[in-house]
């Protein structure tokens, strides 16, 4: 999983990568389940002080857990299509918490960049299935000052910078080659250049939840889920609306 990119899929027969095709065949999907529960139950009192505590320690717990990347995200956007709007959904890596909202980072001009400007609305669904927890938010996406893009983008890694000139996300490419070549290229432009500048059309995304729902699954299937609704952006815990829903 990656901020800027989707995770790839493997081209290889289901053979050729080690699955047994009969395996495959016998696999029962509906019978799949686990069972829950064994933390306290999620209270409405863990949020007195608003989503965003509670999120974090949630990610830090996840953390420590050995989650692999705690901060992965779903990010699920708007596509407007001649046939009407559809459903678009990625993963992508919260890279900023606050108060205000998640913050995460991509290509303007992606698709997901895209849509976003068409339909600058969101939902965001964080899932730790070993721990039994999910969070989901929801609310408006606008852009972050270009002084937070540079902040961030000053602390990712030289190969990260070189990969974002390199790749015109979401475009077709015709070989894995030909997208090694424009990494080749990129690289010796900025060879001896210390500091790679951002790109005009990379930066970050603030989403400002109007809802966040916190889910912790429990026995029988009777999970707890508490949803938070406040006015997208605000800080103020005690404006905020907290009710447990029905599972």
């Not at 933390?39 to 692999?68: C, F, H, K, N, Y």
């Not at 901060?71 to 678009?88: I, K, Q, Y």
């Not at 029988?220 to 447990?244: F, P, Q």
């Amino acid at each position: 999983m990656r901020d800027e990119q989707n995770s790839p899929g493997s081209a290889e027969r289901p053979e050729a990568a080690g699955i047994d095709p009969a395996l495959r065949a016998h696999l029962d999907i509906a019978a799949m389940r686990a069972e829950y529960g064994g933390d306290p139950d999620l209270d409405e009192s863990w949020l007195v002080e608003g989503w965003e505590p509670l999120l974090r320690i949630w990610i830090e717990q996840a953390t420590r857990a050995g989650i692999a990347e705690p901060n992965a995200m779903v990010l699920a956007t708007v596509e407007l299509t001649d046939a009407g709007p559809r459903p678009a959904s990625r993963t992508v890596l919260c890279k900023g918490l606050s108060g205000e909202g998640v913050t995460f980072y991509t290509n303007y001009d992606s698709n997901k960049g895209n849509q976003l400007s068409a339909v600058p609305y969101a939902s965001i669904t964080f899932a730790w299935p070993a721990l039994g927890r999910q969070v989901t938010l929801r609310g408006p996406v606008a852009p972050v000052a270009p002084e937070v893009t540079s902040v961030y983008w000053r602390s990712r890694p030289r190969n990260s910078q070189l990969g974002a000139w390199a790749s015109q996300q979401s475009r077709t490419v015709a070989s894995r080659a030909e997208l090694d070549r424009a990494l080749t290229d990129v690289t010796a432009r900025f060879e001896g250049v210390e500091q790679i500048p951002v790109p005009a059309n990379w930066g970050g995304y603030l989403l400002q939840p109007e809802q966040v729902e916190f889910w912790q699954g429990r026995r029988s299937r009777l999970h707890n889920r508490i949803r938070v609704s406040l006015d997208a952006g605000g800080t103020n815990a005690a404006a905020m609306k907290i009710e447990r829903l029905q599972p």
